[in-house]
């Protein structure tokens, strides 16, 4: 059975990491790359236990102080090694066309607790940079997921209520976002997606 977005709403939105993409390789790889260059070595699964991972959040866990892992340096860090591998990102071939159908029914968004230059060059390696994107990332807002911020910004410039919009999350905390907004959320690790 393939996955097809349901009909009846004025927008649809989906998350990028995880949910249109499987980046996860690329994101733990990014992070490990980031902090080896701060002199911190970790493994994956060390990586991969947590959701997100912020300097500041790495800074709690190996209980450093933040001279040791500035937030600039770390994500500046992070993103060139994403950049210079997204060879590693695996389209989604369920997300792709549930975007597509939902592209042909109404506008459609990318909400993301990623900065929006990533997702849309993500996009474009996962070929569904031609569709009319909405996209709202993480310094669009003030508060990132699971502050319902990114969604809320994203229903006002689809200029439609957040409750006449379908989301469509992979984690807890994106799941928590677009419910506090007032939207209406699949959650595709429950769906026949991947």
């Known amino acids: 059975m393939t996955y097809q977005p349901r009909r009846g709403y004025a927008a649809y939105a989906f998350d990028f990491d995880g949910t249109l993409a499987d980046t996860a390789a690329l994101n733990h790889a990014a992070v490990q790359a980031a902090l080896a260059a701060h002199?911190?070595?970790?493994?994956?699964?060390?990586?991969?236990?947590?959701p997100t991972v912020t300097a500041g959040q790495v800074r709690k866990r190996l209980g450093i102080p933040p001279a040791a892992l500035p937030e600039d340096t770390f994500v500046e860090a992070a993103r060139?090694?994403?950049?210079?591998h997204t060879h590693l990102i695996k389209p989604i071939a369920a997300a792709s066309a549930a975007a597509r159908a939902a592209a042909d029914q109404a506008p459609v968004a990318v909400v993301s607790a990623n900065y929006s230059d990533v997702v849309r060059h993500g996009l474009t390696v996962i070929a569904l940079d031609d569709l009319?994107?909405?996209?709202?990332?993480?310094?669009?807002?003030?508060?990132?997921?699971?502050?319902?911020?990114?969604?809320?910004?994203?229903?006002?410039?689809?200029?439609?209520?957040?409750?006449?919009?379908?989301?469509?999350?992979?984690?807890?905390?994106?799941?928590?976002?677009?419910?506090?907004?007032?939207?209406?959320?699949?959650?595709?690790?429950?769906?026949?997606?991947?």
């Open 132 to 194: 009319p994107w909405t996209i709202v990332g993480r310094l669009d807002v003030p508060h990132p997921k699971p502050a319902p911020d990114a969604y809320l910004h994203a229903a006002r410039l689809l200029g439609t209520a957040p409750s006449q919009c379908l989301a469509h999350e992979d984690s807890d905390d994106g799941i928590t976002a677009a419910t506090t907004a007032g939207m209406n959320v699949i959650d595709i690790r429950h769906q026949p997606w991947h």
């Open 39 to 50: 002199g911190i070595s970790v493994t994956l699964t060390w990586i991969a236990a947590e």
């Open 80 to 84: 060139a090694h994403w950049f210079a």
